[in-house]
């Protein structure tokens, strides 16, 4: 009798063994490199309370090292289970084995209203039809400013050509003592200067790679005219109107930009929303009696800028593809972007028309309207981190006076045309 109850004791803890492996919490690790850092734990607190079975652990990175970063840690089986890309990255990164293949889960699990409901899903999947991240955010760049300090200025209205935008910057600087277009013009990995020298080409009609009814690719530019928007931006430098020390900043919001947007240093910038966000939150803190003085507006001669944004990979690693995927479908409802990632468009169609504008947000949604996606940069050939890097290190080269405009020109034009 003694044996036989020692016997069920044993069995016994054998199957509370098997239950508590069975209810042990699935532990997912997220790499968020946006700012907001406390609004995505709170997001991911409440998802964590929806399914008690799965802890997320939130990881941060910076934006100019999350490509190689993860691209290394998927190299040798390691990174974390769902990772925050750009979505001119996926891609190359499908293409180089580092996400895993979502449609078997897409197809069992759903996601939004549908694939085709979501923006930029052409960039989240591959030719051959894999889809390899899903689209969480888009966004674009718009022109940011602070009304009260152009006033001052004498200026009424936001200048609508690039030539009265240098002049508003020299109006600015002269009256005011604070910089007009604060430029970050540093020439690091995830460089700026790589998305304003592509809006004052677009804004002409010009473009480093473009298609045709054939599919075949072409350049669709000339040396001469990439020369003339180098040249563009190195006249905000050799006339002092942009500072020098902008040749350090390579982030389009970097804490330079927002801190002196929010003293007055500058008046004028080009960045995506959230930074916006940034902005006039750390106003309100720092002024609570003061009102909001900024503003936003479209680029210069109604410039065409892109539809950027994010998207919400899996790693192929992972051992929790199930969970990892519950947490991209909750990250891609509607609650998230109104609670927890705001200043941020969601990437479905659908989201976006139930979405209220911020007043002085409103310069994102003209500036939408005119963006266009990365179309043949993104399809063709050459990998848009390629052509960014010639662009970046080009820039910086004619900034700081170690080559001219036309050489750098020359050299971008037939390195494309290499490729091509």
Known sequence: MKTLVNVLIIVTGLLLTIKNAALAEIELSFRFNDAGQKEMRAALDKFEQMNPGIKVEL???????????????????????????????????????????MNELIEEHGIGEGWGDFISADLASQDDGKIHAIPWTVDTFAMVYRKDILEKAGITEFPTTWEGLHEASVQIKEKTGAVGWAIPSGSGPTNSIWFFLNFYWWSNG????????????????????????????????????????????????????????VRGDYSIISTPENVLVQIESAFKERYPDKSNPFASTIHPKSSVTFVGGRQLGINVNTEHAEAAFKLIKYLTDEPVYTDHYAGMWPAQKTLIKQLPQVASHKGYKDQLILARSWGPYSTGPIPIPTMWNWVGRGAGSVFIGEKTSIEVANEIYENIKKEL
């Open 59 to 101: 990881q941060r990175i910076a934006w100019g090292s999350a490509r190689e970063q993860f691209l290394r840690e998927a190299a040798v089986g390691e990174g974390p289970d769902v990772v925050h890309i750009a979505q001119v990255w996926t891609r190359s990164m499908g293409d180089a084995g580092a996400l895993y293949d």
């Open 206 to 261: 010009w473009s480093l790679v473009d298609r045709k009814a054939d599919g075949s690719y072409y350049i669709n530019i000339t040396p001469e005219q990439i020369a003339e928007g180098l040249d563009y931006y190195k006249s905000y430098l050799d006339k002092g109107i942009n500072p020098q020390s902008m040749l350090n900043v390579t982030n389009w919001g970097a804490q330079e930009l927002i801190e002196g947007m």
